[in-house]
């Protein structure tokens, strides 16, 4: 089965610093890799997604994400975190094996907290 | 396009009374997913439909929890009865379709969820 893994439940970062959420994943096969977005009392918002090229994906927002297959990574990033980035983050694996569809495996979820 | 819809955005009832949260996909979509999140199990997948058919119901937590799609712009998540344990907010969730190269557009686009409460 696919899997991801997110090991922080919180990450805290000043404004300005840069910002790393970590993801871990487990697949068999290519993976496709998405992140989410959730601010409070919101849906769930689309930030970006790996599916082949580059390992460098540029997504909504400022943010981006490191593909590394070697370390079975996809880490996301932004070089100067903001306070309205304060919002809880999704990593999430599509799932090929049931069905073809387009079943998201979604991990635990990382709140980012900026401060001033 | 509006996005997905949800109804109603915020729903208090008894235990014991039927609960009915309805969603309008994404026009053209042909995915249609139903999760649940909650503070204790996080974002759950309870169902999903590919072209209005139901393709893996395995998150569907009991018999109490029905989910159907009548046509390509709706679908419904039932609870019958509702207990204080259901009390979670519902999301919906669209995506596709096929590209015209035969690929799938996975991208899942979400509504703004029910948040359900049961006293």
């Known amino acids: 089965a696919q899997s991801v893994a997110q090991p922080e439940d919180q990450v805290n970062v000043a404004e300005g610093n840069p910002l790393t959420v970590k993801c871990t994943y487990s697949v068999s096969g290519n993976p496709y890799l998405f992140w989410y977005v959730q601010y409070p009392n919101r849906g769930l918002q689309f930030l970006l997604k790996y599916i082949t090229g580059d390992n460098l994906v540029k997504g909504s927002y400022g943010f981006e994400a490191e593909f590394n297959k070697s370390q079975t990574s996809f880490h996301l990033k932004k070089p100067s975190a903001l306070v309205s980035d304060s919002a809880l983050y999704f990593c999430?694996?599509?799932?090929?094996?049931?069905?073809?569809?387009?079943?998201?495996?979604f991990g635990t979820g990382t709140q980012l907290k900026v401060e001033l | 396009d509006a996005g997905v819809i949800q109804s109603p955005r915020h729903e208090v009832t008894e235990m014991g009374q039927e609960v009915t949260l309805r969603c309008k996909p994404i026009?053209?979509?042909?995915?249609l997913f139903w999760y649940r999140q909650t503070m204790m199990r996080g974002l759950e997948l309870l169902i999903y439909?590919?072209?209005?058919?139901?393709?893996?119901d395995s998150g569907m937590p009991e018999d109490r929890f029905s989910a159907k799609m009548p046509n390509a712009s709706f679908s419904t998540l039932k609870i019958q009865p509702s207990e204080p344990r259901d009390s979670a907010v519902y999301f919906c969730a669209s995506s596709g379709p096929r590209t015209s190269g035969g690929g799938l557009t996975d991208t899942q686009y979400f509504g703004p969820g029910t948040r359900l409460t049961v006293l």
């Open positions: 026009s053209g979509h042909d995915y």
């Open positions: 999430a694996v599509r799932d090929l094996f049931t069905g073809g569809g387009n079943k998201l495996t």
């Open positions: 439909f590919n072209n209005n058919v139901p393709i893996d």
